[in-house]
């Protein structure tokens, strides 16, 4: 990347179960591979749960791809997990997981550091609650408590994204908006919805950048294998440093 940009995907995967009540890692592997990702955030993987047949999906997919899976479980059962992944085949360095504050469902972030070179690179992934108010209070934490930037003085070129079940006019999208960029905004294509996947009506999921990143281009990607592998749509964005 100090020379080329990269594709980072952010994909809310429905515990690999598709439109089509099929559970199916492999698709998701395959909408993956065809979008030709450097760095792939998953929401909503299911790890060891028995309604998925007990399979790591993280670690399934990742190994389908040749990749390695950072793992975050927003919820944990016993051996039973569910939650959020970054997987990727480039060298990474500090890995930060935890809560994020919750009304229902116990929702968390995944901050991996991605290493290109000399330079580096922080990736957050995220999945957002289902209530307004509770959804201001997630995106406030990871936009004030050195989820983004790193912890150390000099700030690191960062992405935000995920599923943040937040339209473009909500309190949450906006607060974001603020500080960082909308890919989906910055590329020369109309932005495009992303859920449902089979007649997408609303742009839920996002990938936010930082100043110092340039999106060259992000496309909501839409095809026979994607409007039936989740119920949502994968976004892809291809970036480099400014």
């Known amino acids: 990347m100090p020379d080329r940009s990269i594709k980072l995907l952010t994909y809310n995967v429905h515990s690999c179960i598709g439109n089509d009540r ?5 698709r998701i592997a395959s909408v993956i591979a ?14 060891l749960r028995r309604r998925t047949g007990g399979v790591d999906q993280a670690h399934a997919i990742a190994s389908l791809l ?5 793992f975050h479980p927003a919820l944990s059962i016993a051996e039973e997990q569910y939650g959020d992944a970054i997987i990727t085949a480039l060298p990474t360095g ?19 550091e991605i290493l290109l070179g000399d330079r580096k690179l922080l ?6 609650g289902l209530r307004g108010r509770e959804r201001i209070r997630q995106m406030t934490t990871l936009l004030n408590s050195g989820w983004l930037r790193g912890p150390s003085d000099q700030p690191v070129p960062s992405i935000l994204c995920g599923d943040f079940n937040a339209i473009p006019s909500s309190a949450t999208y906006r607060l974001a908006a603020r500080s960082l960029t909308d890919a989906q905004l910055a590329g020369s294509e109309a932005p495009r919805a ?5 007649y997408p009506l609303m742009r839920l999921d996002h990938i936010f950048v930082t100043e110092d990143l340039v999106v060259q281009r992000a496309i909501v990607l839409q095809s026979r294998l994607t409007r039936v592998a989740s119920d949502h749509l994968p976004l892809l964005a291809e970036i480099s440093f400014a």
Do not use: Y
């Open 22 to 26: 099929k559970l199916d890692p492999g």
């Open 34 to 47: 065809e979008a030709e990702a450097d760095i792939v955030a998953l929401q909503e993987v299911d790890v």
């Open 66 to 70: 040749k990749m390695q899976a950072h």
């Open 94 to 112: 500090a890995v930060k997981a935890g809560p994020l504050p919750s009304i229902g469902e116990a929702r968390g972030a995944l901050s991996v």
């Open 123 to 128: 990736v957050v992934n995220t999945h957002l």
């Open 194 to 198: 992303t859920f449902p996947s089979r």
